[in-house]
């Protein structure tokens, strides 16, 4: 395989928002635990957040599926 394979293959996960906001998540958490000097209370709302955003994501994502799906079933039968 050449570079810009691996290249492409590291850099395109990062196309998704849940993955963006996931890495950001445990950046922080590890930038909280060893830099910041921050309390267990602002480690955990801030890793809180980031599952929060993630789960509303998710969420968002399954909406738009049904919905799409929905257009579909009510344009396509008779």
Do not use: F, N
Not at 35 to 54: F, H, K, N, Y
């Amino acid at each position: 395989m050449s570079m810009s394979v691996w290249i492409e293959r590291l850099v395109r996960p990062l196309a998704s928002r849940k993955v963006r906001v996931a890495l950001v998540t445990v950046l922080a958490a590890y930038a909280a635990e060893y830099g910041l000097g921050c309390s267990e209370e602002m480690l955990l709302t801030m890793v809180s957040l980031g599952v929060a955003l993630i789960l509303g994501i998710a969420h968002e994502d399954a909406g738009r599926a049904q919905a799409s799906g929905s257009q579909q079933d009510a344009g396509g039968g008779k």
